[in-house]
């Protein structure tokens, strides 16, 4: 069992992020979803990051901080597109972070995080929020901090492709996700190794 903080898309706290939320529950791990925007939501990008303004970065990751105050210090980070901007953030404050999870999108990682923390990426190949420049680069950065990191690469769909009411979702590269991100919380739960 493990603890996991699961931060939100630009979107806000939505069904698909409550519904990995609950996934991971039936697995066995105990897990809060912050709600960075404190119950607002947006249908589109473009209206999610308006709302993202509105709310402000600083208060946002502040949020974010809050909500993981009392967690304990091997909480594994999950943060789900701009969730992954929220992980970098918050990382720097839980030197103890037991591993880091990036869905859809990339968060870099802080100089200082612990040698072979294991860091976990899924994103589209190709897409535009993590162009495959992008993820290379950022994958030669984390080898070279020490994090013990790996990318998923998923050809051939759109961003969000894990969302079953948006129009990206692909069922096999979700369902791909979800076992990779099953096993990985497996490897990275304290006392695993």
Known sequence: MTDIALFHSVLGLRPVELGFAGRLREAGHRVVTPDLYGGRTAPTLDEGFALKDAVGWETITRRARDAVHDLPAETVLVGVSMGAGVVETVLPHRPGTAGVLLLHALGALPAGSRA?????????????????????AWLTAATRSGADAEVFRYPGIGHFYTDADGPDHDERAAELTWDRVSEFLRRSAPGSA
């Open 116 to 136: 072979g923390l294991p860091v976990q990426v899924h994103v589209a190949d190709p897409d535009p929020i993590a162009p495959p420049a992008q993820v290379a």
